[in-house]
């Protein structure tokens, strides 16, 4: 698909502003949802919902979120809640998004995909182990495939669907195709970059209603970090490139979600099983997505992805 006029009513500054409001609101809202926790969590706590199972699940997952968290889903009902105005606004319609169709070769794709994905980051993983890089967890969760086998189709189907069948369609529509790819490419970089830095958090007590700004604060500062931004984000630019690239090579969004599940299942099952040993930055994160050898495998994979499937 290429833009049919190239600079013209470019969909990009919209999708920045969209993102813009989204974490601005996000902030705004996190401190009221906050104190909404807290008030939830004493009504919960009173014993006629002692007994009640989705209440103590609930309970406990109030207990164990901090205001980053509180954070994070206020910037996620800010996405959803705006959506729609969104779509409307650039005009979305069914000729952006990439066929499905044959069912049974994209089937084949996805496989392929999940496969080299996964196996790859796994072998890497164990290769970490091996140097020192990681050492056992106590409790390893060696059967514990359920949530790594959720997250990936979760991630794979969802973002898949936005990132490489929505947005990147909105972008061909009105941009060359190697503008579009690196666009797109950046801003799906981006939103998972957009995150406050690992083991930060605000006390409870000390939350007010500017705290949601403070997270915004240290994220920006996250761009600052040379070292962890050519560690995590390169390795983020890198996974985006590759995945928008099998979606303009396959003509589907079948292989991409194959590809994007694999390196989450990977992620999620490997950090089940593993601690990371500090010191082994910018080569080694702390999972299996942080480092310039992690970056190297994505690229390794995209480029056998892409060739295996030229060859099918």
């Excluded at 993102?19 to 919960?44: C, D, E, I, S, Y």
């Excluded at 970089?189 to 915004?216: C, M, N, R, Y």
């Excluded at 950090?271 to 930055?281: D, E």
Aim: net charge positive.
């Amino acid at each position: 698909m290429q833009a049919d006029s190239p600079g013209s009513s470019s969909a990009l500054p919209k999708l920045l502003l969209y993102l813009l409001v989204v974490m601005l609101g996000g902030a705004l809202l996190a401190v009221p949802l906050f104190h909404l926790g807290k008030a939830a969590h004493g009504w919960l706590s009173a014993p006629s919902w002692q007994n009640v199972g989705p209440a103590k699940w609930l309970l406990s997952e109030i207990e164990r979120a901090h205001f980053t968290r509180y954070f994070n889903r206020a910037v996620l009902v800010c996405a959803i809640a705006l959506i729609w105005p969104f779509l409307r606004w650039v005009k979305l319609d069914r000729s952006l998004l990439p066929t499905w169709k044959p069912f049974g070769t994209g089937i084949k794709q996805w496989a392929l995909g999940f496969a080299l994905a996964s196996g790859l980051l796994l072998a890497l993983g164990f290769a970490f182990f091996k140097l020192g890089a990681y050492h056992l967890h106590p409790q390893p969760r060696w059967f514990k495939f359920g949530e790594p086998i959720t997250a990936a189709l979760g991630a794979g189907i969802v973002e898949e669907f936005f990132f490489r069948g929505l947005l990147l369609g909105l972008l061909l529509r009105t941009m060359s195709t190697r503008s579009a790819l690196i666009a797109g490419t950046f801003v799906f970089a981006l939103v998972h970059f957009l995150k406050p830095p690992e083991g930060w958090q605000i006390d409870d007590t000390a939350v007010t209603w500017s705290s949601g700004f403070l997270v915004l604060q240290q994220i920006a500062l996250g761009f600052g970090d040379v070292q962890f931004l050519l560690a995590e984000f390169a390795t983020l630019f890198a996974v985006g490139w590759v995945l928008a690239i099998v979606r303009m090579q396959t003509g589907a969004l079948w292989a991409g979600i194959g590809l994007h599940g694999g390196w989450v299942f990977g992620l999620k099952y490997f950090s089940a099983l593993m601690i990371y040993n500090n010191g082994w930055l910018p080569w080694i994160g702390a999972n299996l997505k942080i480092g310039l050898a992690p970056l190297l495998m994505v690229l390794f994979t995209g480029w056998l992805a892409t060739h295996l499937l030229r060859s099918r």
